[in-house]
């Protein structure tokens, strides 16, 4: 049995992971109380008194725009510890998984964004998790960096959970429509990243798999057609919601301005992680119908005991 150091347990895809890895090894789940991430002493203790085999790292700054004016914080995060994570790997010889975004690409591409496609962040979250990238990469150590974009779940904040109370509370949403991605849900995530790491385990010892690979959900939506989509399926459990008139009007990218600059197209391809893992997430809309589900009528599933 492997040991598992997993951070974020409470994050989207941290919540999920405990119970994808659940029968792979032990783990060891921390949140931001009992692992401060900005803290590198703190990181190096914890690593080095668990000595994990793999250390799976979602944890993350994810306030895209609070960033914007709180960037010591979000590169010591998204930036730094990273690469501590893959020093200490390094010295252990764990390995690493870690976990990026979209972010990190302009938007101006029109068809999707490749591994090998350059980087050009325009936000200071796109910088500081790049900056991550480029410092678990440059360590030496094992590692599978892992881009993904516009995550959702049935656990934590997101856009489906913000989009079922905004359509209870108002009559007129106003969505943005010129901004393009492939919505991804926690759970697909983690299980993927179960394969990944069973597959690692069995692969030949020559096989040379580290490195960094797109993993995002199939097809291609706009925030307002995705928001459409959730208030459908949501229709189908909520009868006041079924038989309310509520209007989403598609808006420009200007009309709603925010702090940190989002990319027009946050489509990746997931050619390489197929290629080299055989792994290939199903397409948006079937993942988000099974999430809508399960938010209400809950599985119950439970999380192992630690």
């Not at 008194?49 to 725009?65: E, G, K, L, Q, R």
């Not at 399926?233 to 079924?242: I, T, V």
């Amino acid at each position: 049995m492997k040991k598992i150091l997993l951070t974020g347990k409470n994050g989207q895809v941290g919540w999920e992971l405990q119970r994808s890895l659940a029968s792979f090894g032990q783990i060891v789940a921390t949140d931001s109380k009992e692992l401060d991430l900005a803290d590198p002493d703190a990181i190096r203790r914890t690593v080095r008194s668990i000595a994990p085999d793999i250390i799976i790292n979602p944890a993350a700054y994810t306030a895209v725009d609070k960033a914007e004016s709180d960037a010591a914080r979000a590169m010591a995060v998204n930036g730094i510890a990273p690469g501590i994570l893959a020093e200490e790997s390094l010295r252990l010889g764990a390995l690493l998984v870690h976990y990026s975004t979209d972010y990190v690409f302009d938007g101006s591409k029109t068809a999707p964004y490749t591994e090998d496609d350059a980087p050009n962040p325009q936000s200071v979250y796109g910088s500081t998790k790049l900056a991550g990238e480029l410092a678990i990469r440059a360590s030496g150590c094992k590692h599978l960096i892992l881009r993904t974009s516009w995550v959702y779940g049935v656990h934590g904040g997101n856009f489906v959970k913000t989009i079922l109370r905004l359509a209870k509370e108002r009559n007129e949403l106003r969505i943005v429509a010129d901004q393009f991605g492939a919505p991804t849900w926690a759970r697909d995530i983690a299980e993927a990243t179960a394969s990944a790491l069973s597959f690692w385990q069995n692969a030949d010892r020559d096989s040379n798999l580290s490195g960094l690979y797109h993993l995002t959900a199939a097809g291609r939506i706009n925030w307002h057609q995705y928001a459409e989509e959730i208030v459908r399926l949501a229709r189908q459990y909520d009868p006041a919601l079924a038989s309310k008139a509520l209007a989403i009007h598609p808006i420009a990218t200007h009309e709603y301005p925010l702090p940190a600059k989002r990319p027009s197209n946050s489509v990746l391809a997931n050619d390489k992680i197929r290629d080299a893992f055989g792994i290939v997430l199903p397409e948006w809309q079937d993942s988000v119908a099974k999430c809508v589900r399960e938010i209400y009528e809950p599985t119950g599933m439970a999380l192992p005991p630690q």
